[in-house]
């Protein structure tokens, strides 16, 4: 039987999910995700291995694949750009034909996109082990995760700016900072545009590379970054819509 | 002169597809006249990205300026890539 700590609040069910309260209190009464009792004073709890496995046995597989090497599913793996494009348009074709989506399917293929592509364009030539990206999406949960196996956001941004000291630094210089057309290349703008698109679409993010998690959700433009327990070398995205 | 951006592929994302498009796109450029615009139409494309447009329209604003006419662009990817270009290159589109 479940013991009383296995029950966690609405808000920390949020936190877990990386989406808002009124989602979650959505989702109950649609009973795509169910609050699994009523505390004694009336409000919801969750079971929390529940919620873990909402959120997804795919981001599980990511993260075990950019944090020990697991063996992938061909499913899974894109081992180069064109297989890539490929997905991606598959995807586009089947978020196209949701009409909820009408507005946004375009915005949410495109920060794939972007995402994904950053991990070719930095990569190319300098894979540390294992080439090419993780990428699988969930329509009915309503996200896409994306991983890599590169050197990182920090060692990439290094190249260009050398005064930059931790995995933190780097993400925050990569989704805020314009390099302009004079910097010595003009890769790296791509996550500028996936933090402003994110900021105001009801899109979320989660993403982490090095031992810096940041989460961008909409209406909320200040960077939220905080240190990761599990460091790895690459980059792993969760974009939820 | 009028390009229609769809005959480039309607899914504009990545900077190597950008380069590529590009490349291909020189030979038609030696049509243009002096004083021509140059229209790029936007109709049809489902979705834009600033990897695939910094490698197709920053070096074409660069080198016409204004005579860079881009038309059909209500497309969120594409409206929103081509304000972020527009930073990058700080300088604006004309857009109608």
Not at chain 1, 180 to 196: A, D, I, M, T, Y
Request: glycine share 6%; charged share 25%.
């Amino acid at each position: 039987m479940a013991e009383e700590k296995d029950f966690i609040t609405i808000g920390e069910a949020a936190e877990i999910l990386k989406v808002s309260i009124d989602t979650l209190r959505r989702w109950d009464k649609s009973g795509k995700l169910s609050s699994t009792k009523t505390s004694e004073a009336g409000y919801r709890l969750y079971y929390k291995p529940q919620v873990k496995i909402f959120l997804n046995e795919l981001f599980g597989l990511a993260k075990d694949w950019v944090l020990k090497e697991t063996k992938l599913s061909p499913e899974f793996y894109c081992s180069n750009s064109a297989v890539f494009q490929t997905r991606l348009i598959q995807m586009q074709d089947v978020l196209m034909a949701i009409p909820r989506l009408s507005n946004i399917f375009s915005l949410v293929v495109a920060v794939a996109g972007e995402i994904g592509n950053n991990s070719f364009d930095h990569n190319l030539g300098n894979w540390p082990d294992v080439a090419g990206v993780f990428f699988m999406y969930d329509i009915h949960k309503r996200n896409i995760i994306l991983a890599d196996r590169g050197v990182g956001v920090f060692a990439t941004l290094k190249r260009i700016k050398p005064e930059l000291n931790n995995d933190e630094e780097a993400l925050r210089v990569a989704f805020t900072e314009i390099i302009s057309g004079r910097s010595p290349e003009s890769r790296g703008n791509g996550l500028k545009f996936v933090s402003k698109i994110v900021a105001e679409n009801p899109i979320g993010l989660v993403f982490q590379s090095g031992d810096a998690e940041l989460t961008l959700t909409k209406d909320n433009s200040d960077l939220n970054i905080k240190h990761s327990p599990e460091p790895f070398r690459g980059c792993l995205a969760l974009i939820t819509f | 002169m009028k390009i229609e951006l769809k005959k480039f592929g309607t899914t504009l994302i990545s900077r190597q597809n950008g380069r590529e498009a590009f490349a291909a796109f020189q030979s038609q450029l030696t049509a243009l006249d002096e004083n021509e615009n140059l229209e790029l139409d936007f109709e049809g494309v489902i979705t834009f990205s600033p990897s695939w447009g910094d490698e197709f329209l920053s070096p074409l604003l660069k080198k016409y300026n204004e005579r860079l006419v881009l038309i059909n662009a209500n497309n969120p990817s594409v409206k929103a890539t081509l304000e972020l270009l527009a930073k990058i290159n700080q300088k604006p589109f004309i857009i109608r």
